[in-house]
C-alpha cells in the first residue's frame, strides 16, 4: 500500500520560506499525480497544487501568486514545494495526496500523508 511521509514544516517568520517534502513509500504506477493540500485552524481543507508524473504542474488558488513551486524527484519518489514569501494566512497543515491525475478535488486523492504543520508568526 502506498503510503505518503511529509517533512519540512515548522516555524517560520514573515517573508520567509520553506521547502516541504513528500515521500512515497513506492512508485505507483496508477497513483501518479501527486498533489498538496493545506488546512488552516477552522477552514477547510484547499488544494494548492499538483504535479503529473511527467511533472507537469497546477496551481489552485489566486493566494499563492508565483510564491509557491511544486517539483518532483522521481529516483527518490519524493515531491517538494518550495513556498517563498510566506505570510500569516499560510499556516496550517499541509498535506501529501495522491491520484491517478491532477486535480483540485481532494476526494479524488486516494492516499494521505499526516500533515505538516507550517506556522507563519513573528
Known amino acids: 500500500q502506498l503510503q505518503l511521509v511529509e517533512s519540512g514544516g515548522g516555524l517560520v517568520q514573515p517573508g520567509g520560506s520553506l521547502r516541504l517534502s513528500c515521500t512515497a513509500s513506492?512508485?505507483?504506477?496508477?497513483?501518479?499525480?501527486r498533489g498538496w493540500f493545506r488546512q488552516a485552524p477552522g477552514k477547510e481543507r484547499e488544494a494548492i497544487s499538483c504535479?503529473?508524473?511527467?511533472?507537469?504542474?497546477?496551481y489552485y488558488g489566486d493566494s499563492l501568486k508565483g510564491r509557491f513551486t511544486i517539483s518532483r524527484d522521481n529516483a527518490k519518489n519524493t515531491v517538494y514545494l518550495q513556498m517563498n514569501s510566506l505570510n500569516s494566512e499560510d499556516t496550517g497543515v499541509y498535506y501529501c495526496?495522491?491520484?491517478?491525475?491532477?486535480?483540485?478535488?481532494?476526494?479524488?486523492?486516494?492516499?494521505w500523508g499526516q500533515g505538516t504543520q507550517v506556522t507563519v508568526s513573528s
Open positions: 513506492l512508485s505507483s504506477m496508477i497513483y501518479r499525480a
Open positions: 504535479i503529473s508524473k511527467s511533472a507537469g504542474s497546477m
Open positions: 495526496a495522491a491520484a491517478r491525475s491532477c486535480t483540485s478535488t481532494a476526494r479524488e486523492y486516494a492516499y
